[in-house]
């Protein structure tokens, strides 16, 4: 099955740093990807929809400055996380859809990036 | 607007119990839906999907049929299993612009033996 890999699991870093996250999609070609943020206990809020070539479109509320996206191939997109704080603290998710399977079809996850700020 | 409403958790169960889930959602046009399941510090998996009304999506003996007449999307198990213990999210592919999903709050569901 088509496999999106997210790297890293896991990071650390002080505030005042930033970090970038990487969305791979392994075995098929993402036009889109999405990236979403999950806060203890409660769904995914959705970010921003990243596309191939081209600038990423913002949700709402969502601070295109702070939360940098690169959709530079049609297998990777990265979010990097500019000048963290420990309120950005969170679990990022990635999704990305199969450009050979249609507007409509299923989104592939990536297993989520825990980001402590302290 | 397009939403999903999911009954709020957690779902407690004994193993081999009846499960299930509620969803409805709003959403203008005729979306496609889904139920996701995320395990313990994971990312989400696709659980099923349905495209159209009066579809059943089902997969690992979970069930789901796309009600347009209710607005609902209930996810069902005849018989629950331990390892089925994790967070179930309905969601909603919204036609429009960049196809985004919605998803609902999450189920919280606990099987225990």
């Known amino acids: 099955g088509a496999v999106v890999s997210q790297h890293p699991s896991r990071v650390i870093c002080k505030s005042g740093t930033s970090v970038k996250i990487e969305c791979r999609s392994l075995d098929f070609q993402a036009t889109t990807m999405f990236w979403y943020r999950q806060f203890p206990k409660q769904s995914l809020m959705l970010m921003a929809t990243?596309?191939?070539?081209?600038?990423?479109?913002?949700e709402q509320g969502v601070e295109k400055d702070k939360f940098l996206i690169n959709h530079a191939s049609l297998t990777l997109s990265t979010l990097t996380v500019t000048s963290a704080h420990p309120e950005d603290s969170s679990f990022y998710i990635c999704?990305?859809?199969?450009?050979?399977?249609?507007?409509?079809?299923?989104?592939?996850f990536g297993n989520g990036t825990r980001l402590t700020v302290t | 607007g397009n939403s999903v409403t999911q009954m709020e958790g957690p779902v407690t169960l004994s193993e081999e119990a009846f499960l299930t889930i509620n969803c409805t959602y709003t959403a203008t046009g005729y979306p496609s839906l889904f139920w996701y399941v995320q395990y313990p510090g994971e990312g989400l998996q696709l659980l099923l999907k349905?495209?159209?009304?009066?579809d059943k999506g089902s997969n690992k003996g979970f069930e789901a049929t796309y009600r347009k007449e209710t607005t609902s999307f209930h996810l069902e198990k005849g018989s629950v299993q331990v390892s089925d213990s994790a967070v179930y999210f309905c969601?909603?592919?919204?036609?429009?612009?960049?196809?985004?999903?919605?998803f609902g709050a999450g189920t919280r569901l606990a099987v225990h033996p």
């Open positions: 969601a909603l592919l919204f036609s429009g612009g960049y196809n985004k999903l919605i």
């Open positions: 349905a495209t159209k009304a009066d």
């Open positions: 990243s596309n191939e070539g081209s600038k990423a479109t913002y």
């Open positions: 999704s990305a859809r199969d450009r050979g399977q249609g507007t409509n079809s299923p989104l592939h």
